[in-house]
């Protein structure tokens, strides 16, 4: 159990957290590790496939210096440790004794093949808390596929609703894919946590589905349920809506600019500023007030009358003026924007944090702003950097025996 | 029955539409008890949506919540709004401070009601800076946040998922830190006020290109459903009314166990696709042969082919895919629940009930359960709350609905 006193500025407490995931976990452990975690990412000797991952500084790859493995896994330790050797096994054995969490994502089974799995672990540690990260889940006729990106926006069907309605689906960038089932994992660890701290004593394990997750991402979509009410497929609507309408990113004067309307005072509110600007009576047609569901039938009217202010306007105007008059227009930014907006810097957003390779570098870590805590403060750890606090410091290895893993190719 | 993971834990939820609602059932899903406070007079727009069959979407946020109706506009409502905070361990909202200030009911007052309750502020863009005025939905923050115009194609519009997009991941991230900050007050004796913002959370996202631009000075390339260093990699027309199927074949073990699906045509053994740099080279060919292959076949064959033999592929699943999978029937996903069909104008006790369905979390725990919970309609809960938990007599229960309080 955490002591009383180690939480230092951080949301969580030092907890060790044994991180043995790939693409599909890996922000689940950097959410712990920026909350104040203890994370030890467990590493092969020949590196995380994540450090190969550009991209590079200067287009240089180098273990030590991938921005996605930097991006991923500030505020952790690393280790190396060849899980596919006995004594590698055994090493992990010993440390997953004292360990609170083990995250991993590996193929469903391997795990238990390897003899790690929960029902091996939890033995010696009845406290421990496991979670399993898969593109289908542990269980049902799914669970062996192969997955990737790609194949996660497509099973769950969040491509389907993603693109234009006349062209084929298309994935969200960014690997968003990765992003539900590891933020979902660390609900559950969070929660599995506090009863075992709080309330039993008892760990156990998770089994998050990443398709599962993606398709609550989506939720108010809701395909299945218009399926099973009007046997019809929800599908794609470029920048539009099928909940807010109007919704999107329309043209302007020098890029884009976002805009939607809920509320039945909101759309008053837009139709007397695009009939101000054009003159246009048709705008303030009574058919078109009230909810969303009054405009559905209206779009392309609403649409070309919109088109046709929103061409008068540069993105920055539309944005600061349609908000005062209690209207949601946004930017459409690109990541050079988010980095200069004044608004994120006031919400704390940033920490800069120095790394011997790239020097310092604003990273996103302040998905909270609070006056209570504040996230950690460490870069992304060098392949193997903990090996010897861990392994002879806490393990209580020799130089000599340590020397012997080395060459055996164990760490 | 197993104790419940957050048992004990009990929380007020004050706000309308997605992310603030979606962590209110994933608490109460987690065995906490979630009251949610809302006012007949004012009612969630997303209590009307979907447009087609509105208020069946309702449960898939609401399920499991004690839902009960009080007009906190009220001094009397406000009074009572306290009352509740006084014994209750969390408060979350998404009213701006200005508002909760005039309803009497901002922050100094509700820790004035419970000194050590921990507060979950959630803001559109940030409560504060120079838009802290300023509204915004989570469908329209992937593009403030940066995704819509790292997808696509070089020069494409911003490209859009049909969602509330960044309100999930706000929904998702409260969780984590509502439940730390409560294991924090409960270890440390220390309570929490935190802010998130559906802004933020679409801009922590936007991950290794943060750093990209720093480092190089550059925006991330848009590069559609290709890969940087896979190929074939994307959606390929199948047989069927808007059917793709997409295929991600990594390294040339899986391109060898892909052109032997094929049954080795020739093109596959030509030197332009050989390797994994030359097939990147010659993708626009590449694809096109690809999809002169799949859309012979529906996207469920391609899928179940290219996967016996170990190569990642999956149809783009449809709404009527995934209502009928097996898959997702065997983990007991989707479920049957009631729901209300809301109707603007008439009081929520006279709305009918209909059949719709909802999901389960996305996750299983092996020692506490996770629940589903049952689906209550707004104010169906006003007898335990105002009755059994605060003590109210049914007198004047009914003299508050009558005042139009417990409304």
Redesign the interface.
């Known amino acids: 159990m955490?002591s009383?006193t180690s939480?230092g500025d951080n949301?969580?407490?030092p907890c060790r957290v044994l991180d043995l995931t790939d693409d599909k976990g890996v922000f689940c452990t950097k959410?712990l590790a920026d909350?104040g975690a203890d994370v030890v990412r467990v590493e092969p000797p020949s590196g995380d496939p994540g450090r190969s991952k550009?991209?590079?500084?200067?287009?240089e790859p180098g273990m030590e210096s991938s921005?996605?493995y930097?991006?991923?896994n500030t505020n952790k330790r690393s280790i190396t440790l060849n899980l596919e050797t006995s004594l590698g096994r055994s090493i992990f054995k010993q440390l997953a004794e004292t360990a609170d969490v083990v995250v991993e994502s590996l193929p469903v089974g391997y795990l238990k093949n390897l003899g790690l799995d929960?029902e091996s672990l939890s033995g010696s540690n009845p406290g421990l808390v496991m979670a399993s990260i898969s593109p289908?889940?542990q269980?049902?006729?799914?669970k062996d596929?192969?997955?990737?990106d790609?194949?996660a926006?497509?099973?769950?069907?969040?491509?389907?609703?993603?693109?234009e309605p006349d062209q084929?689906?298309?994935?969200?960038?960014?690997?968003?894919s990765h992003?539900?089932?590891a933020?979902?994992?660390?609900?559950?660890i969070?929660?599995?946590?506090?009863?075992r701290?709080?309330?039993?004593g008892?760990?156990?394990?998770?089994?998050?589905?990443q398709?599962?997750?993606l398709?609550?991402?989506?939720?108010?979509?809701?395909?299945?349920?218009?399926?099973?009410?009007?046997?019809?497929?929800?599908?794609?609507?470029?920048?539009?809506?099928?909940?807010?309408i109007p919704?999107?990113?329309y043209p302007c004067q020098d890029g884009?600019i976002?805009?939607?309307v809920?509320?039945p005072r909101e759309w008053d509110s837009l139709a007397q500023w695009i009939y101000e600007v054009t003159g246009n009576e048709e705008i303030l047609n009574e058919k078109y007030k009230g909810?969303?569901?009054e405009r559905?039938p209206h779009m392309d009217v609403i649409t070309a009358l919109f088109l046709e202010f929103s061409a008068r306007f540069t993105a920055d105007e539309l944005f600061h003026q349609g908000?005062k008059r209690?209207?949601?227009f946004?930017?459409?930014?690109?990541?050079?924007?988010?980095?200069h907006?004044?608004?994120?810097?006031?919400?704390h957003?940033w920490t800069e944090l120095n790394h011997d390779q790239?020097g310092v570098?604003?990273?996103?870590l302040?998905?909270?702003?609070?006056?209570?805590?504040a996230p950690a403060q460490s870069a992304a750890p060098s392949l193997g950097q903990d090996n010897q606090s861990i392994y002879e410091g806490e393990l209580g290895l020799t130089a000599q025996e340590m020397a012997g893993l080395r060459s055996a190719r164990v760490i | 029955m197993a104790k419940r993971a957050l048992e004990g834990i009990r929380i007020v939820e004050l706000g309308p539409y997605v992310a603030l609602p979606l962590t209110g059932r994933i608490l109460a899903s987690l065995g906490a008890e979630v009251i949610k406070v809302e006012t007949n007079k004012v009612l969630d727009e997303m209590a009307f949506i979907p447009a087609w069959s509105k208020g069946a979407g309702q449960p898939d946020y609401q399920r499991h919540k004690k839902r009960i109706t009080l007009d906190v506009r009220t001094d009397e409502g406000k009074d009572l709004l306290l009352r509740l905070l006084a014994v209750s361990d969390v408060f979350m909202t998404n009213f701006r401070r200005n508002i909760l200030s005039r309803w009497g009911v901002d922050f100094p007052e509700v820790r004035a009601a419970r000194p050590d309750i921990v507060i979950m502020w959630q803001t559109g863009l940030g409560g504060n800076g120079p838009y802290y005025t300023y509204k915004s939905f989570g469908i329209l923050v992937q593009h403030m946040s940066g995704v819509s115009l790292m997808s696509g194609s070089p020069g494409s519009p911003p490209v859009a998922v049909n969602t509330s997009y960044s309100d999930y991941h706000t929904g998702v991230f409260q969780p984590t830190a509502i439940i730390a900050a409560l294991m924090r007050r409960g270890m440390q004796g220390k309570t929490a006020t935190m802010e998130s913002s559906i802004f933020r959370s679409g801009a922590v996202t936007a991950g290794p290109a943060i750093l990209d631009y720093q480092l190089n000075n550059r925006l991330p390339e848009r590069r559609d459903n290709r890969d940087s260093s896979a190929a074939p990699h994307g959606v390929y027309r199948c047989q069927g009314d808007d059917r793709y199927c997409a295929i991600s074949v990594e390294g040339d073990e899986q391109w060898a166990a892909f052109c032997h699906v094929l049954g080795n045509p020739a093109w596959t053994q030509e030197l332009r696709f050989s390797t994994a740099f030359a097939r990147l080279n010659n993708q626009d060919e590449l694809d096109r042969m690809v999809g002169e292959w799949t859309i012979q076949l529906t996207s469920k064959k391609v899928m179940d082919t290219l996967q016996q033999a170990g190569v990642p592929a999956s149809i783009v699943s449809q709404g009527q895919d995934l209502h009928d999978s097996e898959h997702l029937k065997a983990r007991d996903f989707y479920r049957e629940t009631n729901y209300y069909v809301a109707e603007r104008g008439t009081h929520a006790s006279q709305w009918d009930e209909g059949p719709s369905l909802s999901w389960s979390m996305p996750f299983n725990m092996s020692k506490t359960p996770v629940e589903f919970g049952n689906y209550s309609n707004i104010g169906e809960d006003n007898s335990y709350v105002f009755g059994d938990l605060l003590g109210l007599s049914p007198t004047e229960i009914a003299r508050l609905s009558e005042r139009e309080v417990i409304y």
Not at chain 1, 54 to 59: A, E, I, M, W
Not at chain 1, 153 to 163: F, K
Not at chain 1, 227 to 236: A, I, K, L, S
Not at chain 1, 341 to 347: E, G, N, P, R
């Open positions: 955490p009383q939480y949301l969580i407490a959410l909350y550009g991209p590079f500084p200067n287009d921005a996605y930097l991006f991923y929960y289908f889940g269980t049902g006729p799914w596929l192969k997955s990737s790609l194949i926006m497509a099973a769950s069907g969040y491509m389907q609703i993603t693109g084929p689906p298309v994935r969200q960038g960014n690997e968003q992003f539900p089932g933020q979902y994992a660390a609900v559950a969070m929660a599995a946590l506090y009863h701290d709080m309330l039993s008892e760990g156990q394990y998770i089994d998050v589905s398709q599962e997750a398709i609550t991402f989506y939720t108010d979509a809701h395909p299945a349920l218009a399926w099973m009410q009007m046997e019809q497929n929800v599908t794609r609507v470029g920048t539009n809506s099928t909940l807010v919704l999107g990113a884009w976002s805009a939607g809920i509320t909810g969303n569901q559905a908000q209690n209207l949601v946004l930017p459409v930014n690109d990541v050079s924007d988010l980095l907006d004044t608004q994120l810097d006031a919400s957003l790239t570098l604003k990273y996103p302040g998905i909270f702003d609070s006056e209570d805590f």
